[in-house]
């Protein structure tokens, strides 16, 4: 009996293809072709299990979903999932741990340097026929010898202090349970508190989970303390930063610039305030999306998905309820 899998995300017919071509015997694939909330109640209707990357999961989709056991996360984060819910409705929840670490990590790298050498905001201006190499809207600095703050020290936040190291300057990092001295030593960081961080560093970079204790958790108050010489860059969860607050502590000035490719909102509306920034680099939620993780990623959840089919567990790194 061939069981079904339907991608919550509007996925080009292209991409559907390719994941038709790693499927494992017994399953075929559906996807959605809008975000609209009918629509996906419609087409989960018969499925056995729900795939999601960035569209959100509610009670009432779940509901929808009346034959569906497991719901599987195209990534990490699992905050756009209502998983009690899931709980109530016997559905299993797993993700693809790891699978976007090193593509999230050079992510945030390439947008710390876009950011602070005005690397976006020269190519944007030279789209517009403008030549203005003299007329930055910011200071241009480099990330050598610079203080890195990463709150959130986990695969991600790893692989960028990896990244980091070859530009020579401290490493601080910030996460529940801190590295032993013997591991911090042999990754090159330091562990600071929060606000030692935001104090401390030119550069800080969020990758921790969205959460009750981290959401909001960069508001204006956390960005005062920062430099003015300072960065933020968020490719964590949008919920992380106000950004009605980091809209207005740009404006003023009471940091440097900021890089976002998470959003309170998404997709994040073309009113909203960053946009219309000049110290601001704004990506569309891309930073897991690289052509060479494409398979890896796919294999490791048809993986999981197979092997639920099959009547074992997912693998345990991959469970979350």
Same mark, same amino acid.
């Given at each position: 009996?061939?069981?079904?899998?339907?991608? !919550?995300?509007?996925?080009?017919?292209?991409?559907?293809?390719?994941?038709?071509?790693?499927?494992?015997?017994?399953?075929? !694939?559906?996807?959605? &072709?809008?975000?609209?909330?009918?629509?996906?109640?419609?087409?989960? =209707?018969?499925?056995?299990?729900?795939?999601?990357?960035? #569209?959100? %999961?509610?009670?009432?989709?779940?509901? @929808?979903?009346?034959?569906?056991?497991?719901?599987?996360?195209?990534?990490?984060?699992?905050? /756009? +999932?209502?998983?009690?819910?899931?709980?109530?409705?016997?559905?299993?929840?797993?993700? &693809?741990?790891?699978?976007?670490?090193?593509?999230? =990590?050079?992510?945030?790298?390439?947008?710390?340097?876009?950011?602070?050498?005005?690397?976006?905001?020269?190519?944007?201006?030279?789209?517009?026929?403008?030549?203005?190499?003299?007329?930055?809207?910011?200071? *241009?600095? *480099?990330?050598?010898?610079?203080? %890195?703050?990463?709150?959130? +020290?986990?695969?991600?936040?790893?692989?960028?202090?990896?990244? !980091?190291?070859? +530009?020579?300057?401290?490493?601080?990092? /910030?996460?529940?349970?801190?590295?032993?001295?013997?591991?911090? @030593?042999?990754?090159? #960081?330091?562990?600071?508190? #929060?606000?030692?961080?935001?104090?401390? @560093?030119?550069?800080?970079?969020?990758?921790?989970?969205?959460?009750?204790?981290?959401?909001?958790?960069?508001?204006?108050?956390?960005?005062? &303390?920062?430099?003015?010489?300072?960065?933020?860059? /968020?490719?964590?969860?949008?919920?992380?930063?106000?950004?009605?607050? !980091?809209?207005?502590?740009?404006?003023?000035?009471?940091?440097?610039?900021?890089?976002?490719?998470?959003?309170?909102?998404?997709? &994040?509306?073309?009113?909203?305030?960053?946009?219309?920034?000049? /110290?601001? %680099?704004?990506?569309?939620?891309?930073?897991?999306?690289?052509?060479?993780?494409?398979?890896?990623?796919?294999?490791?959840?048809?993986?999981?998905?197979?092997?639920?089919?099959?009547?074992?567990?997912?693998?345990?790194?991959? +469970?979350?309820?």
């Amino acid at each position: 009996m061939t069981r079904k899998i339907v991608v !919550l995300d509007p996925i080009t017919p292209q991409t559907a293809d390719r994941m038709r071509e790693l499927l494992p015997a017994g399953l075929a !694939l559906e996807h959605a &072709t809008s975000r609209d909330a009918g629509h996906l109640r419609q087409i989960v =209707a018969d499925a056995d299990y729900l795939v999601s990357g960035q #569209v959100a %999961v509610d009670k009432e989709l779940l509901a @929808a979903a009346r034959q569906a056991k497991l719901l599987h996360k195209w990534g990490v984060g699992v905050d /756009n +999932f209502d998983l009690e819910a899931a709980r109530a409705q016997g559905i299993t929840v797993a993700r &693809t741990t790891g699978s976007n670490a090193r593509p999230v =990590a050079e992510a945030a790298l390439g947008l710390t340097i876009a950011l602070l050498r005005n690397l976006a905001w020269g190519h944007s201006s030279l789209r517009s026929g403008e030549w203005r190499p003299m007329s930055l809207p910011k200071a *241009s600095y *480099s990330l050598f010898g610079k203080t %890195v703050g990463i709150i959130g +020290f986990g695969a991600i936040g790893q692989n960028l202090a990896r990244l !980091l190291r070859p +530009f020579g300057g401290r490493i601080l990092y /910030n996460k529940t349970r801190p590295l032993s001295p013997e591991e911090e @030593a042999e990754q090159g #960081v330091a562990f600071a508190s #929060v606000a030692e961080i935001l104090r401390e @560093a030119d550069v800080v970079s969020l990758h921790c989970p969205l959460t009750p204790q981290t959401r909001g958790m960069i508001d204006r108050a956390a960005l005062r &303390t920062m430099k003015p010489t300072a960065v933020l860059i /968020n490719v964590a969860r949008g919920g992380v930063v106000i950004e009605s607050d !980091l809209a207005e502590a740009l404006k003023a000035k009471e940091i440097l610039g900021a890089a976002m490719d998470v959003y309170e909102e998404e997709p &994040t509306p073309p009113s909203n305030p960053l946009l219309a920034l000049e /110290n601001v %680099v704004c990506t569309p939620h891309i930073a897991a999306m690289a052509a060479d993780s494409f398979v890896p990623t796919i294999s490791q959840m048809f993986g999981n998905i197979d092997r639920f089919n099959r009547g074992e567990p997912v693998a345990e790194a991959d +469970f979350v309820c």
